[in-house]
Every structure is written in structure tokens, then in C-alpha cells.
């Protein structure tokens, strides 16, 4: 019977000026970009926009983008005291709609036009 060795990765969660990393042994494997945003005619409070989602090739497929994603909620509703985050996913981007879906974001808008896409929202 053979042993496999076991090792635990060292996860890290950084978040600067305007930008959420998860590095796993210190290599950066994802990020997202985020602004605040101020009440509008969508929301009454402020709340939270991610763009440019994004796990790098080599490791894709891992789930470090939905561990990712759930550092990026805890990080919103724990230390910016913010409960709405949104972003926008092109219709045509099948696995991050799925990663959203299953990270209970909703459909807020739908748009068709040149670039089919949906604007998504999340509760926390």
C-alpha cells in the first residue's frame, strides 16, 4: 500500500487600495478588483462592485476563485460593513456564471445588446 504525503497549502488573503489576492505557498493564483460604491437609484446604502474576476491558467479549476469569492464576503460584510455586492458576467462566460450561481448571487438586470450580459447581486 502506498502512502501519499499529505501537505497542507498556506493560504493567504490580502487586500489593497482597491484590489482582493488569494495567494496559495505564496503564489498569487486569483484576484478581483473592487470599487465602493455610493447610494444610488439602484440601493439606498453603499455597496460593493467586483470586476476583472480572475484565477490564472495553471490553476484554474481548483476552486480558488470561489474561495476567493467567500474571503472577498466575509472581507465586505465583516470589515466594510457593507451587505450588497454586484458585479457584471457576460453571458457568454458559462464557468463564472456558474461559480456565481453557486455562490448564490441572483440576476439583478439582463441585458441584450452587443455583449449579452448580466448584472448579478449578492446579499450577505
Do not use: C
Not at 453603499?46 to 469569492?69: I, S, V
Request: charged fraction near 25%.
Amino acid at each position: 500500500m502506498k502512502h501519499q504525503k499529505i501537505t497542507k497549502q498556506l493560504e493567504k488573503f490580502t487586500v489593497t487600495k482597491n484590489k482582493f489576492k488569494l495567494f496559495i505557498d505564496n503564489n498569487l493564483v486569483s484576484e478581483a478588483n473592487f470599487t465602493i460604491e455610493q447610494p444610488d437609484k439602484w440601493f439606498n446604502k453603499k455597496y460593493a462592485t467586483l470586476y476583472n474576476l480572475k484565477t490564472f491558467k495553471k490553476f484554474r479549476n481548483q476552486g480558488f476563485a470561489k474561495k476567493l469569492l467567500n474571503y472577498i464576503f466575509q472581507y465586505i460584510k465583516n470589515e466594510l460593513k457593507i451587505n450588497t455586492i454586484t458585479l457584471l458576467v457576460y453571458k457568454n462566460n458559462i464557468p463564472a456564471i456558474n461559480l456565481y450561481l453557486t455562490t448564490n448571487f441572483k440576476i439583478f438586470q439582463n441585458f441584450e445588446n452587443d455583449n449579452p450580459s448580466f448584472i448579478l447581486i449578492k446579499k450577505l
